[in-house]
C-alpha cells in the first residue's frame, strides 16, 4: 500500500475567484501555525499570479490522504 499526503491552500483572488495551491508530500505532522503564517506570507507578499488575478485572502488549509492498493 503507497500512502500520498498533499496539503491544499485555497485563496480568493482579487477577482473573487478561487485558487489552489497544492504542495505534495508536506513535512508531517502538519503544524497549523506554520500553514497560516505561509498562507500569510503568500497573500501579504503577492508571490503567486493565476489567471483568475492575483491572491487576495487565504480561504483555508486541507490535507488530503491517498492510499493506493495495488492488486496485479
Known sequence: M??????Q???LTNQNKRVRINVPNP?????NTAVTAA??????????AF???KI??????NQVQTDTNTIV
Open 51 to 53: 489567471p483568475q488575478g
Open 27 to 31: 513535512k508531517l505532522p502538519i503544524d
Open 9 to 11: 491552500l485555497d485563496f
Open 56 to 61: 487576495a485572502s487565504k480561504v483555508g488549509a
Open 2 to 7: 503507497t500512502t500520498k499526503v498533499v496539503l
Open 39 to 48: 498562507m500569510d506570507a503568500i497573500v501579504s507578499k503577492g508571490i503567486f
